[in-house]
């Protein structure tokens, strides 16, 4: 079966609001490993405090290989939040840029309509429910 994706043209009030929850959702990720490579950091530092096991190098090491982990993963979702904020603000400052919502992703454009990788990013599926939902229908008295 193939999927057909739709292309819907956003306003940028929208996209600056989409790239400030993904940036505080890197955030997020990015606490969570600062959280593990503490853990593991610790865990280091203990065993190399305790060299009374004949393997405290080896396990030392180990845990230093996941402290070097933790510590590029989080530089990677703290590259990704600060991209997404500068985003944020390039769709709050720059009326001039065309944005759609293409599947999962937000593809900024020229005026032209030329499509710019450099500030398309991917968003949930949570936000592109918000973004595509039918507006609530308003009563009006008349």
């Known amino acids: 079966m193939v999927r057909r994706m739709d292309t819907a043209q956003l ?3 929208s996209v600056a609001q989409c790239a400030t929850s ?3 959702r890197h955030k997020s990720i990015a606490t969570i490993f600062v959280w593990l490579d503490g853990l593991f950091a610790v865990a280091a530092v203990a065993m190399l405090l305790d060299r009374t096991r004949p393997d405290w190098g080896q ?3 180990g845990m230093a290989f996941w402290v070097g982990l933790f510590t590029i993963l989080t530089v990677w979702q703290l590259s990704k939040a600060r991209k997404r904020t500068k985003l944020a603000k390039l769709a709050a400052s720059d009326l001039s840029m065309r944005w759609y919502l293409n599947g999962k992703m937000i593809v900024g454009a020229s005026q032209t309509g030329a499509p710019l990788p450099d500030v398309s990013f991917k968003i949930t599926s949570g936000l592109v429910t918000v973004l595509t939902a039918v507006p609530r229908a308003h009563v009006v008295a008349g």
């Open 22 to 24: 993904m940036s505080s």
């Open 59 to 61: 396990l030392a090491g």
């Open 11 to 13: 306003p940028p009030e």
